[in-house]
């Protein structure tokens, strides 16, 4: 079983490793690509600074960020598992788990693609939904060779929001989260998406830490609900947790 990831805007400031090293990140099919992205974003961020923002969707105040997309060839790295510091990260808890557990995540990346949880990069800043000249948008440049790169075996667990959902589709179990609530004496439901990342950390992890290897849809909610979730299965391919007020 497979766990898709979003990336995280928050993202540790500062890494004590090695320099990157393009080579030795897990799925190598992806180091051709994942060098024209890199020398794409490298060369936009030495250019003029407005035009890199614009391209970047970032403002004024995170200039910041270009400095360090400048320096992403030479700048300390660190694993993946500690870069990203994000609330559904921060429920996850990936450094809590073990390798082989840490070794079922794909943690999807505009700049890297896909990224295993302890493959070593500096902090960065580009995300997929990003146009990147003078290759265009990241989610076409990098499908075909995620479809090439990824063939999982068994069930894909997707918790991908949708520009990193567009780089690679194939059949997968997407996790909606939903609120529950009692209004006026009545049961509402509706989607929170701060608690919807802090959720679907903690499903992630409790997954990977009790080692479920569900074998489809049917199995992952049975199997969630004996972790103790509130988890039901309105159609193929997607599966919703309740979480409730109270």
Same mark, same amino acid.
């Given at each position: 079983?497979?766990?898709?990831?979003?990336?995280?805007?928050?993202?540790?400031?500062?890494?004590?490793?090695?320099?990157?090293?393009?080579?030795?990140?897990?799925?190598?099919?992806?180091?051709?690509?994942?060098?024209?992205?890199?020398?794409?974003?490298?060369?936009?961020?030495?250019?003029?600074?407005?035009?890199?923002?614009?391209?970047?969707?970032?403002?004024?105040?995170? !200039?910041? &960020?270009?400095?360090?997309?400048?320096?992403?060839?030479?700048?300390?790295?660190?694993?993946?598992? &500690?870069?990203?510091?994000?609330? /559904?990260?921060?429920?996850?808890? /990936?450094?809590?788990?073990?390798?082989?557990?840490?070794?079922? $995540?794909?943690?999807?990346?505009?700049?890297?693609?896909? @990224?295993? &949880?302890?493959?070593?990069?500096?902090?960065?800043?580009?995300?997929?939904?990003?146009?990147?000249?003078?290759?265009?948008?990241?989610?076409?440049?990098?499908?075909?060779?995620?479809?090439?790169?990824?063939?999982?075996?068994? @069930?894909?667990?997707?918790?991908?929001?949708?520009?990193?959902?567009?780089?690679?589709?194939?059949?997968?179990?997407?996790?909606?989260?939903?609120?529950?609530?009692?209004?006026?004496?009545? $049961?509402?439901?509706?989607?929170?998406?701060?608690?919807? !990342?802090?959720?679907?950390? $903690?499903?992630?992890?409790?997954?990977?830490?009790?080692?479920?290897?569900?074998?489809?849809?049917?199995?992952?909610?049975?199997?969630?609900?004996?972790?103790?979730?509130?988890?039901?299965?309105?159609? $193929?391919?997607?599966?919703?947790?309740?979480?409730?007020?109270?």
């Amino acid at each position: 079983m497979l766990i898709l990831l979003p990336p995280s805007e928050g993202k540790a400031a500062l890494g004590d490793g090695p320099r990157l090293a393009l080579e030795s990140l897990s799925r190598p099919a992806l180091t051709p690509v994942r060098e024209r992205v890199l020398s794409a974003l490298t060369d936009l961020c030495e250019g003029p600074e407005r035009a890199a923002l614009e391209v970047l969707g970032l403002s004024e105040g995170q !200039k910041d &960020a270009l400095a360090r997309n400048r320096e992403l060839r030479r700048a300390p790295t660190l694993p993946a598992r &500690a870069l990203y510091t994000g609330v /559904l990260y921060d429920h996850l808890r /990936l450094n809590d788990l073990d390798e082989a557990a840490r070794a079922r $995540v794909a943690i999807f990346s505009g700049l890297w693609g896909v @990224l295993g &949880a302890d493959d070593h990069v500096p902090p960065y800043r580009l995300a997929m939904g990003v146009r990147l000249p003078p290759l265009g948008a990241l989610a076409g440049v990098w499908r075909p060779a995620l479809t090439e790169a990824l063939r999982p075996d068994g @069930l894909v667990v997707d918790m991908r929001s949708a520009p990193y959902a567009a780089a690679w589709k194939r059949p997968a179990v997407g996790v909606r989260v939903l609120r529950e609530r009692i209004v006026d004496g009545a $049961v509402r439901r509706s989607v929170v998406s701060h608690m919807a !990342k802090a959720t679907r950390g $903690v499903i992630a992890h409790d997954l990977l830490a009790h080692g479920i290897e569900a074998a489809d849809q049917e199995e992952l909610v049975k199997a969630l609900g004996d972790l103790g979730h509130t988890v039901e299965s309105p159609r $193929v391919g997607t599966i919703e947790v309740i979480v409730c007020d109270g």
